[in-house]
């Protein structure tokens, strides 16, 4: 029986199979008795892919760790290059990896020990990325996520609060979920997939070591996915899971960000927004008016507010980390409960 599975999507790997590969080779974990494999799944690479992988499958076979490749002719798409790998493994544990990112030593490890005690729970790490200081505010964020937060700052650009690079869980967890969407290029799985965990009452934790290594670059697949579209999913989900339970609510942020927010809320909701807040003079105490092209009329006339006039609930149209905590501070000053008063989307 393999007790843990590293799966990996590949494709166009090339330039990053190597590096990937000795990473996976010098986990402590193969010290132990842990039987491990690694599978993998050549979505429709059309580089030098293959010849790579057949000359690592070789190496592992020569130090006796189950090396499987698998794949598809075509390219179906990074969900259904997961779902492809998983169906050929065995291991009771899953361990996602990104080909063009890198392994610390003890990220098996460490990430098996916790998951062993927690077979509901999908574990991550915190990150460390190259080239150095890019993406520095998702670093921070996904690094500091305090642990009651991972289950809290679920509606940010970042996507899911542990990070699909660094996903570490039992084979139940993905089981229960039934696994990635198959829709292709564009479509954000893993933030679909981690919904889908949250809602059928999985847990999240982060093991507070950098394990991964998180490689930026423009051919990441995480470019195909728009913003527009991650957007419209986290708001799906708030208006199912959290509108219904508020009869009225404020929005921080008078400006483009909280307007476009207004313009997707269902009729129902918009119904229920009681005003912008915010911190710009020249906006309080005006009433913005949103006017609807396809209906030719004014959808809604909202007053703006100061901030620390608000009340509960509100959702927060504010990015984090870009005013010198300026944001923060007034955040903090009005002693609300993440989660319950308010809720950030942005």
Known sequence: MIDVSVIIPIFNGEKWIDNCMKSIANQSIFETQTRIEIVTFNDGSTDGSADLLQNWASYFKYRGIPFLITGSPTSRGVGAAKNGAIRHS??????????????????????????????????????????????????????????????LQIYLSFGPTILMPTWFCHRAVYDKVGGFVETGQGTPEDLIFFYAHLDKGGQLHRVDEELVIYTYHRDAATFSVSREKIQKIQLNRIEKLVLPYWDKFTIWNAGKAGRRLVRLLNPDNLKKVEAFCDVDKSKIGRTIELYCPKKRRVIIKVPVINFKDAKPPLIICVKLDLTNGVFETNLNSLNLIEGQDYILFS
């Open 90 to 151: 065995s291991g009771r544990y899953l361990c996602f990896q990104d080909i063009d990112d890198v392994m610390h030593p003890n990220r098996i490890l460490l990430q098996w020990n916790v998951a062993k005690h927690n077979p509901n729970t999908l574990i991550g790490s915190k990150i460390s990325r190259i080239p150095l200081n890019s993406t520095p505010r998702l670093v921070r964020w996904a690094n500091n996520l305090q642990a009651s937060q991972l289950a």
